[in-house]
């Protein structure tokens, strides 16, 4: 029975399963939902995920959405090379990290790219500098990790390394906006205010099969 995977263009949640397959080099049918046609809310994706989101994965018969439980379900299935670590040490670490993305970044990230694309910069400076004064803490907690290592835990590419990775490439994508300059200023350049986050973000994007992941809208 062969993958298939239903996702979005743009969808960091999508993003983080294409990485996860490409890295794990496993052929899979590809299904890219158009959100502008709302295919993500059709009678069929909403059989698969009642939520209507992406990514869903299938499986034969099995069908598993929400990006943290593909990765697990990918990593259980095919476990070589592995996402979530060789030892149960790496994989406590790996889920750690994962956690604290998600409870202490993730919200003022997407909050950010949500003012910067849909809302408006205008009028919503107090809560652009609460999540700004947030990001910027766990960026540099991330920065710290990285200049230690490579990945963000232990020396390979992980589970961790995939659910950080499109978030933070989707605000850099968000901050190119003409409107966002005076936060871009803030944070950019890259290389220079968080280096060691960029040579992170070369290596990923080195990875093989990484450009079957890349948002085909972000090409145009
Ligand atoms: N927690 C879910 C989030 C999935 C999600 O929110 N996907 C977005 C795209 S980034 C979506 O499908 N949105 C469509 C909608 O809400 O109608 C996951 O990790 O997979």
Partial sequence: MSLELWWGSGSPYSWRALLALEYKRLPYVSHQVQFAKQEHKSPQMLSMNPRGRVPVLKDGDYVCFESLAILHYLDRKFPDPPLFGRTPEEAGTINRVISEYEWYAEDHIQKLIYVILFQGIEGHMEE???????????????????????????????????????????????????????????????????????????????????DNTYPPHWRK
């Fill in 128 to 210: 652009i500098e609460r999540a700004m004064s947030h990001m910027l803490s766990e960026a540099r907690t991330i920065e710290t990790r990285l200049a230690s290592s490579d990945w963000l835990v232990g020396e390979q590419f992980s589970a961790a390394d995939i659910v950080v990775f499109p978030g933070i490439q989707m605000l850099l994508r968000a901050l190119e906006r003409r409107e966002a300059q005076e936060l871009r200023e803030r944070l950019l350049p890259i290389d220079a205010n968080f280096p060691a986050i960029a040579r992170w973000i070369k290596r990923v994007e080195a990875l093989p099969g990484y």
